[in-house]
């Protein structure tokens, strides 16, 4: 009855904490959906509006003012305007105020003259006892005109706009704010360094019907053209098979993956292989991915069009459509899908399965809120000042991506951040992955961000309602192994808006209905997605802020299908430790049978008989006891959520030789005897699986044999025990039946031999197929 409780990795565990957040303390009020930052802990900021200024005296001849914020060993410094009399910098500072080493704010207005030489024009000085606190719901600070003062404070000359007010990292000005922990960060890498909501681009498949062609004509006349039609929609391409004739019927279906806001081209080439591995192409159209009519779940196809197929030299003439007399024509139907969803991630770790069209999406069952916290013990991921890191954490759910702001130079770093979601299904993953920020100085754009870790949870395994602030491990493979880099601490809480739409949404199917009506084929499933995943990383990789291409791949699980021995091993494991169920039931059924515990033997004789006399009991008597295991393991739930398991992915006992084979992206460059290694041992593998499925196959091939007269005596045997066992089950009662054989399987081990029974013997000696395989 006991279930196989997952027990706690003691290399990794996941430790529970109770950090001063306002929802443990019960410190918020009103409707949960309207409280905000109640997950992390109130951090309290110093906040500089720097707007523009305006009549700066002309000291040097060549006014380039910026303006210079000094609070103790902090300095924060606007971007400087060239030959500008009325700066407008429009620029926001927070300065943490755990770190103020001073209660005297400095605000300086300077100047750059051609010998790059800094000339004070005036300052500002305030007294930060005095400043205004201001927390949200309030409205924004209107920002003040403030005279500018020499060091005598005898002479104004200009005058500066700004505001200054104590606030929390609730304010709205929180995210695009310049702040001190970014201290050592340019004006140009800035972006890089803040915080930032990032949507995916909305994704649609694009069906497309190559059905036939029509006056093909090849460049030579006398030839009839082989032809194939290549249909290209950015990076991806694909082929229909050849046909060898001037009329060819393809009737083939292909599928893109088309994105918003669908401004691509799609390309339809009708190319003639002529051979030697050169094609000619004999004719082109173009049709805009706007135009493509769009179907809503399982409506009519759209009517497939005849297209004008044009010479190349025609196609490419920039803008000039030129008509012909005669051309060659191409049947081809296109529909965008808006009823399927667009797969980006692996099925088991995805984050949203709703479908491309907002008009078909349900209403949401909950709100997801995270609350980014802190790290800690993270190693160094840089050897410089003898190794530092500068971390950010980026949490991926549904199309919604968030960035928490990097911070420099620290191995504790305390993001006290929180984002909210909307939840349509509780079957879903979030996942944070913490990231090492490897272009806060201007380093070359090949540079890569460094992965420390990443942390999956799945929904439906949280507790409506309740509160989870635990410390996550994170875990990276390595060549050299499984590396724990730091710990994550996060502040969870699912909460349900609508009890019974969630509870009916575990009986609906995973996907849209598209995709059981309609199913995508599965050898296009693996390249529409890969696919996907380059659309997103594109398009990120192209924000303000970019969300660098190897952070998204990682994020999205980009290498979940690649093969590797590890994971072969691990889902092998898998497989037989869910058959241990079925050997423990056979280890009990031998006990029973071998008389280890006669008392329980006993018993289980009782029962037997009375389900034999009274068989209507022996459904409601195997649901009942199913019933009281569900009951008995209630009480060995687990309390935390579910976190990666090194021992369940064979990650800190695997060879390094498997390892690096795993993670090394260029396989060509191995050295030969590596190579040929890595190939035995793989040959080796492969035969032990070989043995295995072909002893499963003779099984099968053995129970056909009974009635093949393959072995004619055999046959022969099982043919006349049949009948006479069909005549005695018909003269004698099934319950009498019953309980012969059910007495005979109990015997004592009195009346047992050590031999294997008659059956069993008979079963071995019948032939298979295996015998005609003996020389290939």
Not at 333 to 343: K, P, T
Not at 469 to 489: A, F, I, R, W
């Amino acid at each position: 009855m006991h279930m196989e409780i997952p027990k706690t990795n003691p290399e990794s565990p996941l430790v529970e904490n109770s950090p001063p957040i306002a929802a443990r303390r019960r410190y918020r009020g009103g409707d949960k959906k309207l409280s905000t930052y109640d997950l992390v802990e109130q951090m309290h900021y110093l906040y500089v509006n720097v707007v523009r200024a305006k009549n700066l005296p002309d000291v040097s001849g060549s006014l380039n003012p910026f303006v210079e914020m000094k609070l103790g060993n902090y300095k924060g410094v606007t971007k400087d305007l060239e030959q500008n009399q009325k700066g407008v910098w429009k620029q926001i500072f927070a300065f943490s105020k755990e770190r103020l080493q001073s209660n005297l704010l400095e605000v300086t207005v300077k100047i750059k003259n051609s010998g790059e030489d800094e000339l004070i024009v005036g300052r500002v000085l305030f007294d930060l006892s005095e400043v205004a606190i201001r927390v949200p719901p309030d409205r924004p600070l209107a920002p003040k005109w403030y005279k500018l003062e020499d060091n005598k404070r005898d002479k104004t000359k200009g005058e500066i706009r700004l505001a200054v007010w104590m606030g929390t990292q609730a304010d709205e000005s929180f995210p695009e704010a310049w702040h001190s922990d970014a201290h050592s960060t340019g004006q140009s890498n800035l972006s890089t360094t803040r915080s930032k909501v990032y949507f995916s681009p909305k994704l649609y498949y694009l069906r497309v019907n190559v059905l036939e062609a029509q006056d093909l004509v090849a460049s030579d006349k006398g030839r009839t053209p082989d032809a194939s039609v290549r249909i290209q929609l950015g990076n991806q391409v694909r082929v229909t098979r050849p046909k060898r004739t001037r009329n060819p019927i393809w009737k083939e279906e292909l599928m893109y993956v088309a994105s918003e806001p669908l401004e691509d081209l799609i390309i339809v080439s009708v190319e003639d292989g002529v051979g030697a591995g050169k094609d000619e192409i004999l004719g082109k159209a173009h049709i805009q991915v706007s135009d493509v009519p769009s179907r809503h779940e399982t409506s009519k196809l759209p009517d497939p069009r005849w297209l004008d197929l044009q010479k190349p030299a025609l196609a490419e003439e920039g803008g000039e459509t030129k008509k012909e007399k005669f051309s060659s024509k191409i049947l081809v139907g296109f529909c965008l899908e808006q009823g399927y969803h667009v797969l980006d991630e692996s099925t088991s770790m995805s984050s949203d399965f709703q479908q491309s069209s907002n008009h078909l999406r349900k209403s949401n069952i909950g709100i997801l809120d995270l609350g980014i916290l802190s790290a800690r013990n993270l190693l160094p991921m840089k050897s410089k000042d003898d190794g530092t890191t500068d971390a950010y954490c980026v949490a991926k759910y549904g199309n919604k991506w968030v960035r928490t702001r990097t911070l420099l130079d620290t191995l504790t770093p305390r993001w006290n951040e929180q984002y909210t979601w909307e939840v349509y299904d509780p079957c879903t993953v979030i996942k944070v992955g913490v990231f090492d920020n490897s272009h806060i100085d201007g380093s070359k754009d090949d540079a890569k961000d460094q992965r420390i870790g990443m942390v999956r949870i799945r929904l439906s395994t949280l507790r409506t309602d309740r509160i989870y602030t635990h410390y996550y491990p994170l875990l990276v493979l390595s060549p050299s192994g499984l590396k724990k880099l730091g710990e994550l601490q996060l502040a969870l809480r699912f909460t349900c808006t609508a009890w019974v739409n969630m509870v009916t949404q575990y009986g609906k199917p995973l996907f849209p209905k598209m995709h059981y009506v309609q199913p995508i084929p599965v050898k296009h499933i693996d390249w529409l997605c890969h696919h996907a995943q380059q659309i997103i990383a594109a398009r990120l990789g192209r924000s303000e802020a970019p969300l660098r291409r190897e952070t998204v791949e990682y994020m999205l699980d980009v290498d979940s299908h690649r093969w590797s021995l590890r994971r072969s091993q691990v889902s092998f494991l898998r497989v037989i430790s869910l058959l241990s169920g079925v050997t423990a039931v056979q280890k009990l059924i031998n006990d029973i049978s071998t008389w280890r515990n006669p008392v329980t033997t006993i018993i289980v004789h009782v029962l037997f008989l009375i389900l034999v006399c009274y068989p209507d009991l022996i459904l409601p008597t195997i649901f009942l006891y199913l019933f009281v295991i569900g009951i008995w393991n209630f009480r060995f739930r687990p309390r935390h959520p579910p976190t990666m398991n090194a021992r369940l992915s064979h990650a800190d006992v695997t060879d390094p030789d498997e390892l690096d084979e795993e993670l090394y992206t260029d396989p060509t460059s191995i050295p030969e005897d590596i190579v040929r290694m890595r190939y035995d041992k793989l040959r080796s593998i492969a035969g032990r699986i070989q043995t295995v499925i072909g002893d499963l196959a003779s099984l099968g091939e053995m129970a056909q044999a009974m009635l093949s007269w393959n072995d004619p005596r055999a046959t022969a045997i099982c043919t006349i025990f049949l009948l006479i066992w069909a005549v005695f089950i018909y003269v004698t009662p099934l319950q009498v039946v019953a309980v012969l054989v059910g007495l005979y399987f109990l015997r004592h081990p009195w009346f047992r031999n050590k031999i294997h029974a008659v059956p069993a013997n008979f079963f071995k000696r019948l032939p298979s197929k295996s015998d005609g395989l003996s020389c290939l």
